[in-house]
């Protein structure tokens, strides 16, 4: 109970951490089944920015609150301030074997990490402020095709609201590394957009 | 970092590095080296312009990744992931309690005073025995879902090889349900060449015999052969769920984990077995309102690929009596895999992806000279999709021999409609396809510096140039008295319903005539029965629409124009030729088209010779009626006599 109550806090919603402190008992599925509706959302979207596939991330997102499952079976149930890295490193793993296969089948064509249709106008916007707008996200989608993927996963992990230390944990790596990766990964970005 | 504290942020050239600055903006630092940092700030200028380009490239990426994400579909519904949460569930609990039993013997026994004797030959037994009973005794390790994601992927591995041509061989069996003997067996042979995508499927008897083939594209777009007929072009793939209706063409359907799940639909619901070198998925009813009972997939274990699928379908049957009520029969297909070779395109015969010669048409050469039956077939292809109205693909004889098929179509979809529909001919050496869309047309103008921008021919159309617009008005007023706006607008829109439907009249009738001439002297003798039969079902299809639009023509105008005139006479005897009779019929429609876009002052041309007042135009509306029906009558003999009641009625 208080695992999951954890993991709603933590992902900032507090309408289900209420819901689920209220919930007498839960057994394991329902437990998973409510990681799955707290969390799939920032991790899809993650699993959508680093393969640049969004069925694909839909399905290696609920693969993960699969195993999720089946670990807390084998092995007893993650702590819960561990649970939302828990699953971000099962994603990023699944996601590296995914991008594994696809280039061992050819079908990887390293296009953009994460493709948007920047011809989508917002309402409202004067048509020259609209092209402007336009060229900015153009850029930054070019300079993004242009990091690491360790830079990519550091980004969008940080962007996540991870600490240097649990994106370490998540990439299996050092924070001095976590570091490293921002860093050029920010400046990649700047000297770029002030080239 | 070090530099950092040995410096003191109080001289005037000491600076926080740039890359300290994210590790300042991320709270990463030590906070004695955040609050010197912190204070720096305050006073450097310098310093705080680049923490704000930090800043702001942060922001830049935050505001892209926002709007990418909500373009986003939404993730799963938490229902669909509790159908796969259950299915997972249901095969790792048995597993999981009796792990739970192994751990709860072993941990007292682990955290006893007797820890010494862990080393001992008895505790390693048991370790052993535990071990063995949990491997023997665990369910099956992959879920339904896991083993097709994978098998599908190993799949499209091996089909997207491009150092690869692939070769199965496959035995089609139907039997009735619960009879081992099978009713029918053939034979399935596939060639897939990796680099080009295409798929050649030949069907053999138990004789050997061929009874049919498909060559499939890449992009699903396939050709059904059969003995001596014309090869059956299909743009899109049939999905498998479409084979069910006609299952004497299953031996179409793809043997693999993809079409499994577009056949069995929610595929996470199958069970799993393991069976010797093979996993089995098996699920059903799978849809309890169609023919499909039982679907049971074959996967091979080494490779994970699909090497036979069982398929359950019930058939109505007619019951024996009236009163009796149908039972319908339940048939087994089987699709297994006798053989699967993997060889390199340079080994593989080049005959294995060319039609064989019983499959091909006897007449029809490949020659780079265009045959008048190539001709036709591809204006009847065109046609279909109705490509050869008002000029939008032309189809011409060129000096050279060849047959250009050429035009500008509004964009890129119907290109690609145009170019998929003339899939059968493309091939062909003698036929030259040169299709653009607007923005392609234009961009090859502007490269070539030439202004296309053509002028259009001088359009005169008004409200208020119309001059029949006295007569409409007066009609239309005599109805209800409208507004004076409502009754001009009601006028105009008169005035372009009648002008479409003569133009409508006008572009099937030139069609008409571009076929007659197409087929030559004598109505097309020169061309293939097949061919003649192409040329006689696209002649009665526009002399239909002809027929159908000179009518409506005559219904819109009747009430306003026709109203004081006698009823026409009967119409006279029309040419016995249908060439004849199609120039005719062209002339007629042209005539009445003059008369209505210069009554309607749309047409910037000379007069018309008659009036849409006269008793003249409203005779010749009629007459390329009952020529336009005669026409189609002689070309399929289908068309009934039409009376001049019905004609003028409303």
Redesign the interface.
């Known amino acids: 109970m208080q695992f999951m109550t954890e993991v709603a806090h933590r992902a900032g919603d507090s309408r289900s951490a209420m819901l689920l402190m209220a919930r007498p008992y839960m057994d ?2 329902q437990e ?2 409510c990681a ?2 707290s969390l ?2 920032p991790v ?2 993650y699993l ?2 680093v393969l640049g596939d ?1 069925s694909e ?3 290696i ?3 993960v ?2 195993r999720l ?2 670990h807390c ?2 092995h007893g149930m993650v702590a819960p301030e561990r649970v939302r890295s828990w699953v971000f490193r099962v994603g990023r793993n699944l996601a590296i074997d995914r991008i594994r ?1 696809r280039k ?4 990887f064509d390293g296009g953009d990490p ?1 493709p ?2 920047l011809q ?1 106008p917002d309402p409202g916007v004067m048509p020259d402020e609209a092209m402007l707008e336009r060229e ?2 153009e850029a ?2 070019r300079r ?1 095709a242009h990091l690491s993927s360790q830079e990519q996963h550091c ?2 992990l ?2 996540e609201g991870f ?2 230390r649990e994106i370490a944990e998540i990439l299996g790596i050092t924070s001095s590394s976590v ?1 490293e990766f ?2 050029r990964a ?2 990649k ?2 000297r770029d ?2 080239a | 970092m070090r530099n950092l504290f040995k410096s003191d942020d109080r001289q005037p050239e000491w600076h926080p590095r740039e890359d300290d600055l994210l590790l300042y903006l991320d709270g990463e630092l030590p906070p004695r080296v955040l609050g010197r940092i912190g204070k720096h700030l305050k006073v450097c200028w310098a310093c705080r312009v680049k923490a704000e380009k930090v800043e702001s490239t942060i922001a830049a990426f935050m505001d892209y990744r926002s709007r990418a994400f909500a373009q986003l579909a939404e993730p799963a519904l938490v229902d669909t992931f509790r159908l796969r949460l259950n299915s997972v569930a249901r095969q790792h609990r048995p597993g999981h309690s009796l792990r739970q039993i192994a751990l709860s013997i072993w941990q007292p026994v682990w955290s006893s005073h007797v820890r010494s004797l862990v080393l001992s030959a008895a505790g390693i037994a048991a370790v052993a025995l535990i071990l063995l009973a949990w491997r023997n005794l665990s369910p099956v390790p992959v879920s339904a879902g896991e083993l097709l994601s994978n098998a599908t992927v190993a799949e499209a591995a091996s089909a997207n090889d491009a150092s690869l041509v692939l070769h199965r061989s496959l035995t089609w069996e139907t039997r009735r349900s619960g009879e081992a003997r099978p009713i029918e067996r053939r034979r399935i042979e596939i060639w897939h060449a990796g680099r080009s995508g295409v798929t050649a499927r030949r069907l053999y008897d138990e004789s050997g015999n061929l009874l049919a083939a498909e060559w499939r594209q890449r992009d699903g777009s396939s050709e059904l052969y059969l003995p001596h007929a014309h090869p059956w072009f299909e743009p899109n793939a049939e999905p498998p769920l479409m084979l069910l209706n006609h299952p004497q063409d299953l031996w179409r359907l793809e043997l693999s984990a993809a079409s499994f799940v577009q056949l069995a639909g929610d595929a996470s619901r199958a069970k799993v077995s393991r069976q010797g070198a093979d996993y089995r998925l098996t699920i059903g009813p799978v849809r309890p309102a169609g023919s499909l009972l039982n679907a049971v997939l074959t996967i091979r274990k080494s490779g994970l690929r699909a090497t036979g699928i069982d398929l359950r379908l019930a058939a109505p049957a007619t019951p024996a009596s009236p009163t009796e009520p149908a039972h319908p029969v339940v048939y087994d297909y089987s699709i297994a895999e006798d053989a699967y070779e993997q060889e390199s395109p340079e080994n593989t015969r080049s005959q294995v992806f060319e039609p064989d010669p019983v499959l091909l048409p006897p007449a029809e050469g490949q020659a780079a000279v265009a045959t008048p039956d190539l001709q036709m077939k591809t204006t009847w292809l065109l046609d279909r999709i109705g490509a050869t109205l008002g000029g939008e693909i032309t189809v011409t004889l060129a000096n050279d021999q060849r047959l250009n098929v050429q035009g500008i179509v509004q964009d890129a979809a119907r290109k690609q409609e145009i170019l998929a529909a003339l899939a059968p001919v493309r091939a062909n050496p003698a036929v030259q396809i040169e299709i653009l869309s607007y923005s392609q047309a234009l961009r090859r103008a502007a490269n070539t510096a030439r202004n296309v921008a053509g002028k259009a021919p001088g359009v005169a159309g008004s409200d208020s140039g119309l001059s029949a617009q006295a007569d409409i008005s007066e009609f239309l007023a005599g109805q209800s008295p409208p507004p004076e706006a409502e009754l001009r607008e009601r006028v105009t829109r008169f005035a372009a319903e009648v002008s479409a439907t003569s133009s409508n009249a006008a572009r099937h009738a030139w069609v008409l005539k571009n076929l007659a001439q197409m087929a030559g002297p004598g109505d097309g003798q020169a061309l293939s029965t097949e061919a003649k039969r192409q040329y006689l079902s696209m002649v009665a299809h526009h002399a239909h629409e002809v027929e159908q639009s000179t009518r409506r023509l005559n219904q819109q105008l009747e009430p306003v124009f026709f109203s004081g005139l006698p009823p026409p006479d009967a119409a006279a005897a029309f040419p016995a030729e249908l060439s004849a009779a199609i120039d005719r019929m062209l002339s007629a429609v042209l005539r009445n088209d003059n008369a209505i876009q210069s009554a309607f002052g749309i047409s910037a041309g000379a007069e018309s010779p008659i009036s849409i007042h006269s008793q003249e135009f409203h005779q010749s509306l009629l007459e390329t009626a009952q020529l336009a029906c005669s026409i189609e009558k002689q070309a399929a003999g289908n068309c009934e006599s039409p009376s001049p009641q019905s004609k003028t009625s409303p």
């Open positions: 394991l599925e998973v089944i799955y509706e799939r959302s899809y979207l959508a920015a969004a991330a839909e399905d997102c609920q693969e609150f699969l499952f089946t079976s084998d296969s061992s089948a050819g079908i994460l948007v249709l989508v900015r996200l930054i989608q993004l980004l969008y940080r962007a600490r240097y570091a921002l860093r920010i400046r970005l700047m957009s002030h």
